[in-house]
């Protein structure tokens, strides 16, 4: 069984995802330019209401921005009570960082000859 949710900025930018799983999606939409914070709270909200499948070994996954997985994680292992050794996550990106600035910071401290930015 699966529970997932994706924020996508619009509506019509909602998808219709075929699976032969027993999956129960939900759609976060922003429409509009909301703050860090909103996006991280609508989120949260979304999925605290929410009754997650039973599972004798739950397994989570999470991607996205970075600060919105930091705190689902938060919420997954604290509120919800989820071994964090069964949760994987990754923070693709950082809103307000350019992609240069997140180079700039995985290769801080080593030689321009190391940074794959000095290249760019």
Same mark, same amino acid.
């Given at each position: 069984?699966?529970?997932? /949710?994706?924020?996508? &900025?619009? +509506?019509?930018?909602?998808? #219709?995802? &075929?699976?032969?799983?027993?999956?129960? #999606?939900?759609? #976060?939409?922003? +429409?509009?330019?909301?703050?860090?914070?909103?996006?991280?709270?609508?989120?949260?909200?979304?999925?605290?209401?929410?009754?997650? &499948? =039973?599972?004798?070994a739950p397994y989570?996954?999470?991607?996205?921005?970075? =600060?919105? !997985?930091?705190?689902?994680?938060?919420? !997954?292992?604290?509120?919800?009570? !989820?071994?964090r050794r069964a949760?994987?996550?990754?923070?693709? /990106?950082?809103?307000?960082?350019?992609? +240069?600035?997140?180079?700039?910071?995985?290769?801080?401290?080593?030689?321009?000859?190391?940074? &794959?930015?000095?290249?760019?």
């Open positions: 069984r699966v529970r997932a /949710w994706f924020e996508v &900025p619009h +509506e019509d930018d909602r998808l #219709i995802l &075929p699976t032969l799983a027993d999956a129960e #999606i939900t759609w #976060i939409v922003r +429409e509009g330019g909301a703050g860090r914070e909103e996006r991280v709270q609508r989120v949260l909200d979304a999925m605290r209401v929410a009754e997650l &499948p =039973g599972a004798e989570v996954w999470l991607a996205g921005e970075a =600060g919105t !997985i930091r705190a689902v994680r938060r919420h !997954i292992v604290q509120e919800r009570s !989820i071994d949760v994987r996550f990754t923070g693709y /990106w950082r809103l307000g960082a350019s992609e +240069e600035e997140l180079l700039a910071e995985a290769y801080a401290g080593k030689s321009a000859s190391e940074d &794959p930015a000095s290249a760019l």
